[in-house]
């Protein structure tokens, strides 16, 4: 066998790449990877520790449920986990409490859910069975976390798909690794490379020829790769960039059957946790709801950096989509002086450092994570075959129950890695 055929040419250093190669390099394969951006990690992306006194997370932060491939990850680093735990609060539009999670039809819903045999989308679901005036409130609560959790389009995201999540309230259990992620992808980008993996940074993939049995990944710089095999790992809105084989081209076609939603995060560092001199106790604040333009803050606790992070998820993210970052931390300070009462100026006084990101803006991302339509279980089949030079690998891949997340993408591609290795 030539050493083309033995090559392996995996696209993205994000999480699903890294761990592809790590597994193929430790079993005598060679491999490249080529990534667009000057760093690994992809959506996540840690940010200096001068600016926020930690290596903040500017995309991917937390850790969801068991996790077991991320875990595992963890502890071979040397790192640790730190759960959350605290109190989530909610504001009306007038009053912050602590946010009453009950709703007196949740165990309507769940009941309906659990005899749910059909997938249909979450839109419909609602329309069908909680039509009425007195479901308003569950109807509001269901789109929030869908939209906001999810980052996911109710009207195309599937019912079945996200019924787990939906029935636990959305609170699986959550935690954030020390230090942040940027530990996990400098751990594995070290494995890499000893293993004896080549990653080229700045290296925009145009396209992948196929022609005799030969592969060639072209890169916009006019380098070219010649390989056996080829791994994309890219977000799924960066495969219409990619000019592909045919045979693969019919296959990146599925991917439009998979949701793919946007975030915009934002981080501010304060001199002082100032929410804490409010008359409620707001020592333990975790979580923070409301209807404000940014409508999801967060602390750091159990950590005591003065950082509040604002999330707004979903495809209502269009709405700020004229907004550059500098706009964004605007919006953030703006939402959270109508959450606590305060004057825009009185916040922003104690500002020490912004940061501020919509992911539909990064060239490399064009959005956030991937969710499941009632029809991405049969897509992900299609994507996921082993069949040809051209193979796929990612978070939308997974078929566990969260897509989506760094764990997913870690799964993914140590999936797809085995896969090639079983040949």
Request: with cysteine; hydrophobic share 40%; charged share 25%.
């Amino acid at each position: 066998m030539s050493d083309k055929s033995e090559h392996i040419v995996i696209v993205g250093a994000g999480a699903a790449g890294l761990m592809a190669a790590r597994e193929l390099a430790r079993a005598g394969r060679r491999v490249t990877i080529l990534e667009a951006r000057d760093r690994c990690g992809g959506r996540i992306h840690p940010l200096p520790a001068s600016q926020f006194g930690y290596r903040a997370d500017g995309g991917a932060e937390f850790v969801h449920g068991d996790a077991p491939v991320t875990r595992g990850l963890v502890r071979e680093a040397g790192l640790s986990l730190q759960e959350i735990e605290g109190t989530q609060w909610t504001f009306d539009g007038q009053t912050l409490s602590r946010e009453d999670r009950y709703d007196r039809h949740e165990a309507e819903l769940h009941a309906v859910l659990r005899e749910l045999k059909d997938d249909m989308t979450v839109a419909d679901f609602l329309r069908r069975h909680f039509a009425g005036d007195e479901y308003e409130r569950l109807r509001h609560s269901v789109a929030r976390m869908i939209e906001g959790y999810d980052a996911a389009d109710p009207e195309r995201a599937s019912t079945l798909a996200l019924r787990e999540e939906w029935m636990n309230g959305g609170h699986a259990t959550q935690a954030r690794i020390v230090g942040g992620y940027g530990g996990l992808v400098d751990h594995l980008a070290a494995e890499c490379r000893k293993h004896g993996v080549a990653i080229r940074f700045d290296s925009v993939v145009a396209a992948v020829e196929e022609t005799g049995g030969t592969v060639s990944v072209r890169c916009a710089n006019g380098e070219g790769h010649a390989c056996g095999r080829v791994i994309l790992t890219v977000p799924l809105p960066l495969l219409q960039g990619i000019a592909l084989p045919q045979a693969a081209r019919d296959k990146a076609a599925a991917a439009a059957e998979i949701g793919f939603g946007n975030v915009i995060k934002i981080l501010l560092r304060f001199e002082r946790p100032w929410w804490r001199d409010r008359q409620e106790d707001l020592s333990d604040l975790t979580f923070l709801l409301s209807d404000q333009t940014i409508p999801v803050w967060w602390t750091q606790r159990p950590t005591e950096h003065s950082v509040l992070s604002g999330w707004f998820g979903g495809p209502r993210t269009a709405e700020l989509s004229s907004l550059d970052p500098q706009g964004l931390i605007d919006a953030g300070l703006d939402s959270l002086a109508a959450i606590f009462a305060l004057s825009r100026k009185d916040i922003e006084s104690g500002l020490v450092a912004g940061f501020a990101s919509n992911w539909a803006h990064d060239p490399f991302a064009r959005g956030a994570y991937s969710w499941a339509t009632p029809q991405t279980r049969d897509a992900q089949t299609i994507l996921s075959r082993a069949d040809g030079a051209v193979l796929f690998s990612g978070e939308a891949l997974y078929r566990g129950r969260d897509m989506g997340t760094v764990e997913a993408a870690l799964a993914s591609g140590l999936e797809t890695a085995q896969m090639i290795l079983r040949g």
